[in-house]
Nanobody, 116 residues
Framework: QVQLVESGGGVVQAGGALRLSCAASGSISSINTMGWYRQAPGKQRELVARMGSGGDTYYVDPVKGRFTISRDNAKNTVYLQMSSLKPEDTAVYYC??????????WGQGTQVTVSS
């Protein structure tokens, strides 16, 4: 089992920035992918960005150039630096952890609200 604890959500004005953190604990494998998803009211949960333990990254188009994912493997922690935030970025953001054999875990979610 893997436990994920997120922090860093909040309310920010459009154009502002926030940094999310997610610390993993438990049965951590050396090969894994950590990432962030988000779910806005009335919408499906969607991928935002992910990063493999080897450093490979992937971003969805709406956040490219504005969000940066990073991780500290020694701390089993993944970060999402969000800049130039827009009202449409408002959502609950979930940390996601996937093992090498595709077992997946979710954090409890953290609310990000961007006011116009």
């Amino acid at each position: 089992q893997v436990q994920l604890v997120e922090s860093g959500g909040g309310v920010v004005q459009a154009g502002g920035a926030l940094r999310l953190s997610c610390a993993a604990s438990g049965s951590i494998s050396s090969i894994n992918t950590m990432g962030w998803y988000r779910q806005a009211p009335g919408k499906q949960r969607e991928l935002v960005a992910r990063m493999g333990s080897g450093g490979d990254t992937y971003y969805v188009d709406p956040v490219k150039g504005r969000f940066t994912i990073s991780r500290d493997n020694a701390k089993n922690t993944v970060y999402l630096q969000m800049s130039s935030l827009k009202p449409e970025d408002t959502a609950v953001y979930y940390c996601h952890y996937r093992t090498w054999n595709s077992n997946a875990y979710w954090g409890q979610g953290t609310q990000v609200t961007v006011s116009s």
